[in-house]
């Protein structure tokens, strides 16, 4: 199985700052990792596909980077609605198409 | 806007077999693939595996003994069941559609508790 390793696992921010997680696969996975955000209690929603593309209807403020193992996600100006959990998911080689452990973001 | 709904019970026992199914609506289930994910509670998520028309099927290998993922395009429905259950396999369970390309999941049902307990 391809290993997803995100880090940091929590971060604190504050409203208005700049935010980055990544995400590490165990080994190449060429531009196959899909980003998600998830709110207590709710599913997952896709934030971004094919490691750079926007899913419709995200605000702009978010936005994916990287290929092979190291990727990153970038919020920029975080919003008080941006607070959430945050998965990374390879989506190269299945079975299985495994998720990282998550990255939980909190308000500072 | 597609809409998937997930169903069934929310307590099954030990050994049993879970059995689920989800509703779509505002799509139809030949035109895509569909997939099946889990959550512990307070954990991270899981994939269990997708299908597409029940043809094309792919299952997590940690699960493949006990999993069955099916459509029903009747009903415009997918079905899971996964036999002998333990208290590990208590979780919220989500459906999800397979987009084309980058197999993106979106979007998701609202996902049903099903807690494993005698």
């Known amino acids: 199985d391809i290993q997803m390793t995100q880090s940091p696992s929590s971060l604190s921010a504050s409203v208005g700052d700049r935010a980055t997680i990544t995400c590490r696969a165990s080994?190449?996975?060429?531009?196959?990792l899909n980003w998600y955000q998830q709110k207590p209690g709710k599913a997952p929603k896709l934030l971004i596909y094919?490691?750079?593309s926007l899913q419709s209807g995200v605000p702009s403020r978010f936005s994916g980077s990287g290929s092979g193992t190291d990727f990153t996600l970038t919020i920029t100006s975080l919003q008080p609605e941006d607070f959430a959990t945050y998965y990374c998911?390879?989506?190269?080689?299945?079975?299985?198409?495994?998720f990282g452990q998550g990255t939980k973001l909190e308000i500072k | 806007q597609v809409q998937l709904q997930e169903s069934g019970p929310g307590l099954v026992r030990p050994s049993e077999t879970l059995s689920l199914t989800c509703n779509v609506f505002g799509d139809s289930i030949s035109r895509s693939y569909w997939s099946w994910n889990r959550q512990p509670p307070g954990k991270g998520l899981e994939w269990i595996g997708y299908t597409y028309h029940s043809k094309s099927l792919n299952y997590n290998p940690s699960l493949r003994s006990r999993v069955t993922i099916s459509i029903d395009t009747s009903k415009n429905q997918i079905s899971l069941k996964l036999t002998s259950v333990t208290a590990a396999d208590t979780a919220v369970y989500y459906c999800?559609?397979?987009?084309?390309?980058?197999?993106?999941?979106?979007?998701w049902g609202q996902g049903i508790l099903v807690t494993v307990s005698s």
């Open positions: 998911q390879q989506t190269y080689s299945a079975p299985p198409y495994t």
């Open positions: 999800a559609r397979v987009g084309s390309g980058w197999i993106q999941l979106d979007p």
């Open positions: 094919g490691a750079s």
């Open positions: 080994q190449s996975i060429s531009n196959y």
